[in-house]
């Protein structure tokens, strides 16, 4: 057995200096020092020795494997000294090589068009506010002088959560949560998200739109004339021409729809305005007194106007979009143009 350990010893030895790499030190391993390796197997034959030889070959067998044991880990150091080396090279750096420029995005349309649309009507005074998208019927509907009845309210038309709660269909909510925890003068605009179920050249289930509200003693219907002029003209150039037709809605008395003069033809008529010479922008209109109400004002001591557009209706214009669907399909060939 003496004679068994020396080989041992010699051949683990042998074996080691040829190695190169980890995973032929690892293999190498396990031959001698595994539970079937051959360190293992002479280790397990000391039970055949007698009395007076068993400690002199279990001190020789320990000192084999103790030798064998500092030779591995001698060997396994310089295989891992050796792989950080070639990592590190690997992935050196020539610090003198030019730098390379990093890509930097940019901004979305949309996000372009709301930042234009608020610089704009920043520079009149109002201010940004804020509100939930997922809204109660109460503040969608209720207090802004919805009947039960409207269409607007009904499935195919506004995407309901519970039979309360809904994902907001315009932006208009903000309007009376603001003023229930604001007195006048109120001066905000409302930029945010709305969901609605629709989609074709023109709509889209998720669309942006920028409500309008100012509220203060004695504002008259000129004052929305004027408001929206100069905003139409700081937007689509000062050439614009507006025009108000006669329209509905359930939170605005008197209301209108808003047009101005087609940004391809000039208002000469073309394909774009359907030969009308005009582009429709947003709708507008006299706070509705119901609505004052909701929100606890006196409709004897202040009256106000709202306006809404959608902000991918005034992107198109702005920048000649033929269908909004192309704003949301992620064509970088498409977005690259901005």
């Known amino acids: 057995?003496?004679?068994?350990?020396?080989?041992?010893?010699?051949?683990?030895?042998?074996?080691?200096?040829?190695?190169?790499?980890?995973?032929?030190?690892?293999?190498?391993?396990?031959?001698?020092?595994?539970?079937?390796?051959?360190?293992?197997?002479?280790?397990?034959?000391?039970?055949?020795?007698?009395?007076?030889?068993?400690?002199?070959?279990?001190?020789?067998?320990?000192?084999?494997?103790?030798?064998?044991?500092?030779?591995?880990?001698?060997?396994?150091?310089?295989?891992?000294?050796?792989?950080?080396?070639?990592?590190?090279?690997?992935?050196?750096?020539?610090?003198?090589?030019?730098?390379?420029?990093?890509?930097?995005?940019?901004?979305?349309?949309?996000?372009?068009?709301?930042?234009?649309?608020?610089?704009?009507?920043?520079?009149?005074?109002?201010?940004?506010?804020?509100?939930?998208?997922?809204?109660?019927?109460?503040?969608?509907?209720?207090?802004?002088?919805?009947?039960?009845?409207?269409?607007?309210?009904?499935?195919?038309?506004?995407?309901?959560i519970t039979d309360e709660v809904l994902l907001r269909t315009h932006t208009s909510p903000v309007q009376v949560r603001f003023m229930e925890k604001h007195k006048p003068p109120i001066r905000i605009i409302v930029p945010g998200k709305a969901y609605r179920l629709d989609y074709d050249v023109s709509h889209t289930p998720t669309f942006h739109q920028v409500e309008g509200l100012l509220v203060d003693q004695h504002v008259t219907f000129s004052e929305l004339k004027g408001v929206l002029q100069s905003f139409a003209r700081q937007m689509f150039g000062d050439q614009t021409a507006m025009r108000f037709r006669p329209h509905f809605f359930p939170f605005t008395e008197p209301s209108a729809e808003v047009d101005i003069s087609c940004t391809v033809c000039s208002g000469k008529g073309c394909r774009t305005c359907s030969g009308t010479g005009w582009l429709e922008i947003l709708g507008a209109g006299a706070v509705d007194p119901n609505v004052f109400e909701y929100a606890n004002y006196s409709p004897n001591e202040v009256t106000g106007f709202a306006f809404g557009m959608g902000v991918e209706r005034i992107a198109s214009i702005s920048y000649g979009i033929p269908d909004i669907r192309a704003l949301y399909e992620n064509d970088l060939r498409f977005l690259r143009q901005f």
């Open 1 to 160: 057995m003496r004679e068994e350990l020396k080989r041992i010893e010699a051949d683990a030895l042998a074996e080691l200096s040829a190695v190169t790499n980890s995973a032929d030190l690892e293999e190498l391993r396990i031959k001698f020092f595994g539970r079937k390796g051959l360190l293992s197997t002479v280790m397990r034959g000391m039970g055949t020795l007698t009395d007076a030889e068993r400690p002199v070959i279990g001190k020789l067998a320990n000192e084999v494997r103790q030798h064998l044991t500092n030779a591995f880990e001698e060997v396994g150091e310089r295989l891992n000294r050796q792989d950080r080396e070639k990592q590190l090279a690997a992935e050196a750096i020539d610090i003198t090589l030019p730098g390379r420029r990093p890509q930097l995005g940019k901004k979305h349309p949309i996000t372009q068009t709301i930042d234009h649309i608020q610089q704009i009507f920043g520079g009149m005074g109002f201010q940004v506010a804020d509100g939930p998208e997922i809204e109660h019927e109460y503040y969608n509907f209720d207090a802004l002088n919805t009947p039960v009845d409207h269409p607007a309210r009904d499935l195919q038309d506004t995407l309901y």
